[in-house]
């Protein structure tokens, strides 16, 4: 793994435990196990470190997703939360966090954040043709996010379960 990557890892944990703005240039340091020099060699800000860190994470998920065209793509979306859940944690959504921190500090990183919320809700839409029945998809999902705060990696198979108990009844009524 390179050096970037591993400044990359450690950013992502530092700022989903304890914040973007809590989290130091040190302790990121620190943790990737880099000089401050190699850092900022590989990031020229904290900003473009940022959009890194939110690049690689939304790239991540999307990889881990089915094509929306195929059958069992909403089935998949909910595994991946689940499984996502389990390795990264349960504290909410790492990009409503970044768009809580910066909404009003720097509008270029809170528009990447919500990039990937409405990337999300396209993947959805595109999942599910009908308006209706993708807004309530879109809110079992985000549902589940906070959810697996109490509920952990079962938040995701419940609403999982939710939504395809919602396209049966779409389909039997066609």
């Known amino acids: 793994m390179s050096k970037r990557d591993d400044i990359l890892q450690a950013a992502e944990r530092l700022f989903y435990n304890n914040g973007f703005h809590a989290t130091s240039t040190d302790q990121l340091c620190r943790e990737a196990g880099v000089s401050t020099r190699t850092f900022y060699h590989h990031f ?47 504290q909410g959504c790492f990009f ?47 549902g589940a996010v906070m959810s697996a705060v109490m509920l952990g990696p079962d938040a995701a198979k419940h609403a999982g379960d939710a939504a395809a108990r919602l396209l049966s009844q779409q389909e039997a009524c066609q």
């Open 44 to 90: 020229a800000s904290r900003e473009a470190l940022t959009i890194g860190v939110m690049a690689a994470r939304r790239a991540r998920f999307f990889s881990d997703l089915l094509p929306a065209q195929h059958p069992q793509a909403l089935h998949g979306l909910f595994t991946t939360l689940g499984k996502w859940t389990e390795q990264y944690g349960a």
């Open 96 to 142: 409503i966090k970044a768009w809580g921190e910066y909404a009003e500090k720097d509008a270029m990183l809170a528009a990447h954040a919500l990039d990937y919320r409405y990337a999300l809700r396209r993947y959805i839409s595109d999942c599910v043709t009908d308006e209706a029945l993708a807004n309530a998809v879109w809110m079992l999902f985000e």
